[in-house]
């Protein structure tokens, strides 16, 4: 499969515990995107990568969040004392900016449950 | 008010139908502009771009007007299987952050 690739599919924990999210983009594709939906409402972005550098962070990205790209290939989404409100599915998208082209594909998410 | 609006629906159909959605978006300096289409619990997956001169793609039109900052998607024909959420999508640069609209629950009914 040589699609956008998400771990875990599903995550159930405790208020206060720590996750951490991880995803592998397409081979070769520059760009990387955080998003979290929620029940109803589209994507809302998180934070992208270029390469390992992180280009830009939206405000709904807490410091209680962090990603990270070290080497340019996968990332991981860490959510430190997880809270109700980020129960959510959180997806990640990959784009080969660099032939042009601006069409996101997107992972199948990991869903957050956060009791 | 949200960088992408569009109507609320759900739009309930029967097959054959045409069906059209809109959606308008608040930054004037946006470049670029999509249709993505999700499907009940699965990814979103780019439906077409959108150009100003409009562009077609079978049964699927869409239509930019930069001056009134308005964004629209036709649907001719509607199948059983046009059936998903249609969100509309900016972006201010290539590459840069994707801004999705709430999307547009679309429902066709034999």
Known sequence: DTGVSQNPRHKITKRGQNVTFRCDPISEHNRLYWYRQTLGQGPEFLTYFQNEAQLEKSRLLSDRFSAERPKGSFSTLEIQRTEQGDSAMYLCASSPWDRGSTEAFFGQGTRLTVV | ?110
């Open chain 2, 1 to 110: 008010r949200k960088e992408v609006e569009q109507d609320p629906g759900p739009f309930n159909v029967p097959e054959g139908a045409t069906v059209a959605f809109n959606c308008t978006y608040s930054n004037s300096a946006s470049q670029s502009f999509f249709w993505y289409r999700q499907d009940c619990r699965k990814e979103p997956k780019l439906l077409m771009s959108v150009y100003s001169s409009g562009n077609e793609d079978g049964r699927f039109t869409a239509q930019l007007n930069r001056a009134s900052q308005y964004i629209s998607l036709l649907i001719r024909d509607s199948k059983l299987s046009d059936s998903a959420t249609y969100l509309c999508v900016v972006n201010m640069e290539a590459g840069t952050a994707l801004i999705f609209g709430k999307g547009t629950t679309l429902s066709v009914s034999s």
